[in-house]
């Protein structure tokens, strides 16, 4: 299957730094965006510590590899433990960066599948034809007790705890989502950071998508009217294609 991608990511019209890292190469058949945390500093060390990492590892499994759904998903799982660690040992040494952390979304693009890994509240999700499917679940307290029937996402108190999210590298214990999905010919697969899908629903994202002539202007598209709403947070967008 071959692939096209396009990523960007802006810092938005609020903060001061840009904390979002990405990376996305067809070669290695990877896409990464991770929203760091903790400061100015801390959340940009973070966040680029786990896209190294990561993409590093990921970066080393051979041709052969890529036939082996097993070695996939066990590639994936190192990679996110590997820049956990990372991302400790760091925060460890240096006292600035002692509350870093980040979120992470990666996909690994196979033959016929995608192995996703989710930490955290950036997402995942997929488009075929009209319709457009979130793939990850959100790792924050909002969506926890939405899911668990116990609070309604557009209560007062939903917006008070907004930016509180449960799961993140960094933390001394991570627990990772591992999904398996289709890759069929046509599909998209977005990643984004939370300064993008606060900002747009999902019927904004298809349609911006859809709308656009490639890959490449459906990214400054997104990231454009995000910063036109708003532009409250760090904006960060992978897309990818599947062409068959």
Not at 40 to 54: D, R
Not at 224 to 243: F, H, K, S, Y
């Amino acid at each position: 299957m071959r692939l096209e991608m396009a990523a960007l990511t802006n810092k938005g019209r609020i903060r001061e730094n840009n904390e979002d890292s990405l990376y996305a190469d067809v070669r290695d058949r990877v896409s990464i965006v991770c929203d760091g945390m903790g400061g100015h500093a801390g959340g940009h060390v973070a966040s680029e510590l786990a896209v190294q990492v990561m993409s590093h590892a990921l970066g080393q499994l051979k041709p052969s590899d890529w036939s082996n759904e097993d070695t996939i998903v066990e590639a994936m799982k190192h990679a996110v433990f590997g820049a956990n660690d990372h991302i400790l040992s760091r925060a460890r040494i240096d006292p600035e960066l002692y509350d870093m952390g980040t979120t992470v979304v990666a996909c690994a693009y196979m033959q016929d599948r995608v192995i996703t890994a989710n930490v955290g509240d950036s997402r995942i999700y997929r488009i075929v034809g009209d319709a457009i499917e979130q793939v990850s679940n959100d790792h924050s307290l909002v969506a926890e007790r939405v899911r668990a029937g116990l609070l309604d996402p557009a209560s007062p108190e939903a917006a008070m705890l907004a930016n509180i999210i449960t799961r993140a590298l960094g933390m001394d214990q991570v627990t990772v989502d591992i999904t398996i999905e289709d890759l069929h010919p046509g599909d998209i697969y977005l990643l984004c950071s939370d300064g993008l899908c606060d900002m747009l629903s999902d019927e904004d994202m298809l349609r911006v998508v859809s709308d656009s002539t490639n890959l490449d202007a459906a990214a400054m598209a997104l990231v454009d009217l995000a910063n036109e709403r708003g532009g409250i947070d760090n904006i960060t967008v992978a897309l990818t294609r599947a062409l068959g």
